[in-house]
């Protein structure tokens, strides 16, 4: 009697704390070691998702850098919260496992701290679909051909953009009020032959509905492109672009700075569409990123 009723109080016992690591797990997860605190928001970590590092050095420091999955990141010092923080990002290609985040801090002083935590990625299966597109978006003639190499040229010089300053100011906004129609990371199969992944959040919107950007920036790309039809792109610094596609109109030009919920243009069915809507794009570092996750962060 007593062994099965200490059996009972021992499986409350784990129940209760189960539901308890849960409930703090469910915003944003902590770590602290040796007076270092890291912290990461979403807590739970996919292939393809941003992430936002929160953390807190054992004595203040005046610069805090740090790398993860191959990827240098910036930190900034938020003086409300008296913590570092930064976005960054696991691709879709990323395999599930433990990856160590590595920071490297200079105290006032000049003295050199550093500080290893392993932060742990999960697998996300993502769906596939079927869509039927204009041929010549599956099977380009020679001329189209020419212009979608001469946009591969242009798109790979836009990514290559780094800017080391952080543009962008608190947490990210949609670009437009209305449902979302496709997600990211998404198999999709055009034509039945040609295969790509969705690496970005569809919105569905009827042409002419105006777009704002979803945070602060500078345009570095608002021209037309064969696939994506009128693209614009918008730095956000630190390696964070956005991009928009599929645009009717422009109503900024490259070059401008723009301010977060600013009219960027206008929605369209430009390039490879299967209708009119707005596609969202986050890229980070030469990685796409799921725009959903973005939009759902609070950040400083």
Not at 181 to 194: H, I, L, Q, T
């Amino acid at each position: 009697m007593r062994e099965r009723l200490f059996h009972s109080v021992a499986l409350i016992a784990f129940v209760l704390f189960s539901l308890a690591a849960n409930l703090s797990a469910a915003t944003a997860a902590h770590s602290t070691v040796g007076n270092w605190t890291v912290g990461n928001q979403p807590a739970r970590l996919v292939n393809g998702t941003p992430v936002l590092f929160r953390v807190t050095t054992p004595k203040p420091v005046r610069t805090l850098s740090g790398n993860w999955l191959g990827h240098g990141i910036a930190f900034s010092f938020g003086a409300s919260h008296r913590s570092w923080f930064a976005l960054a990002g696991a691709s879709l290609e990323t395999k599930p496992g433990a990856y160590p985040i590595q920071l490297h801090a200079e105290t006032a002083d000049g003295q050199a701290i550093s500080f290893e935590k392993k932060i742990r990625v999960e697998l996300q299966r993502y769906p596939r679909v079927l869509l039927k597109v204009p041929a010549r978006y599956t099977a380009p003639s020679p001329e189209d051909q020419r212009q979608i190499e001469q946009d591969k040229e242009t798109k790979a010089e836009v990514f290559r953009t780094l800017s080391p300053g952080r543009e962008w100011k608190g947490s990210f906004v949609p670009p437009v009020n209305a449902g979302i129609s496709d997600v990211f990371g998404v198999a999709r199969v055009f034509n039945g032959s040609v295969q790509s992944t969705h690496q970005g959040l569809d919105f569905r919107v009827p042409s002419g509905t105006s777009v704002a950007a979803v945070n602060s920036g500078r345009v570095i790309l608002a021209r037309p492109l064969f696939f994506e039809g009128n693209c614009l792109v918008i730095d956000h610094g630190q390696g964070l672009l956005t991009l928009y596609l599929h645009l009717s109109k422009f109503s900024v030009k490259e070059g401008d700075d723009v301010i977060k919920g600013q009219p960027i243009g206008l929605s369209g069915g430009t390039g490879r569409a299967t209708g009119p809507h707005l596609h969202l794009a986050v890229r980070w570092q030469g990685v796409y990123l799921n725009p959903q996750v973005l939009l759902k962060l609070k950040l400083p």
